[in-house]
């Protein structure tokens, strides 16, 4: 199937969605400088089982940037679960998309049935790492979608290749703020009381691959399922940060055995 395309309010800002499949609502949140569109993969396993509806955060894809305020967090998602009359939709999200996800699911649990969170950047560290010098971002903007392409290939090979166009994409859509490293990400930060707060039953998949990105550690899971009894976990050990694109067919296995008990 193709992505069905449209936009809608979200608290304001301007929400570019898109929309396939059929069957039990699922909504998907991206990482930091994706878009909906590099859900694309996962999504065609997935869409004779699920109307997945997938969007671009404020700042990213064809979303909406704003000059003031912040990221829109789990208040965002309500909006568009809201907006698009969604019933009891489960929820799956990536790094910032996976901290999204849990700040909704604490926000309002009783709008959603279940919530899967990917290496969502909870760590104690925060502090040392905003005050470290930060690395200049690519400034992809300058270079062409094959560059990019050529780039995300040298630096993630597990990746498959259906992966890089909507990523490449994405990087060049990108419209943070200028101060938007130093920006609060609802759901990161304060991440212990994110977690206590997450009303509906939670799958947590981390990698153990600390060399390609792995952020959520094994302490970190295992407090987060001392704070919140209903969070369940899993590790891919080949996999880094990005679990679904580098333990692929696990990572399938895993999400749908969870949605198919909650």
Request: with cysteine.
């Amino acid at each position: 199937m193709e992505w069905q395309e449209g936009e809608l309010d979200a608290n304001g800002v301007r929400i570019h969605y898109y929309r396939r499949g059929v069957g039990r609502a699922l909504v998907l949140a991206h990482g930091m400088t994706d878009n909906g569109k590099c859900w694309s993969r996962l999504a065609t396993v997935l869409e004779d089982r699920f109307d997945i509806v997938a969007y671009d955060a404020r700042y990213h894809g064809l979303s909406e940037a704003p000059a003031a305020g912040g990221f829109g967090g789990g208040e965002d998602l309500v909006a568009v679960v809201t907006a698009l009359g969604l019933e009891k939709p489960a929820l799956l999200g990536h790094s910032m998309g996976a901290a999204t996800v849990a700040h909704a699911a604490g926000l309002r649990p009783e709008l959603f049935s279940c919530v899967i969170l990917e290496d969502p950047p909870w760590r104690d560290d925060w502090s040392a790492i905003r005050q470290q010098p930060q690395t200049p971002a690519p400034d992809w903007q300058a270079l062409s979608i094959e560059q990019i392409v050529a780039a995300g290939r040298a630096q993630s090979p597990l990746w498959h290749p259906d992966e890089f166009p909507a990523w490449a994409e994405s990087k060049r859509q990108f419209r943070g703020p200028a101060d938007w490293r130093a920006r609060a990400i609802p759901g990161i930060v304060d991440w212990r009381e994110t977690v206590a707060a997450i009303g509906v039953p939670a799958l947590l998949l981390r990698g153990g691959s600390s060399e390609r990105g792995a952020i959520v550690s094994a302490e970190i899971a295992a407090e987060a399922q001392r704070l919140n009894s209903r969070v369940q976990t899993a590790c891919f050990a080949q996999a880094g940060h990005n679990v679904r694109r580098e333990a692929f067919a696990p990572y399938v296995a895993a999400v749908s055995s969870f949605l198919a008990r909650y």
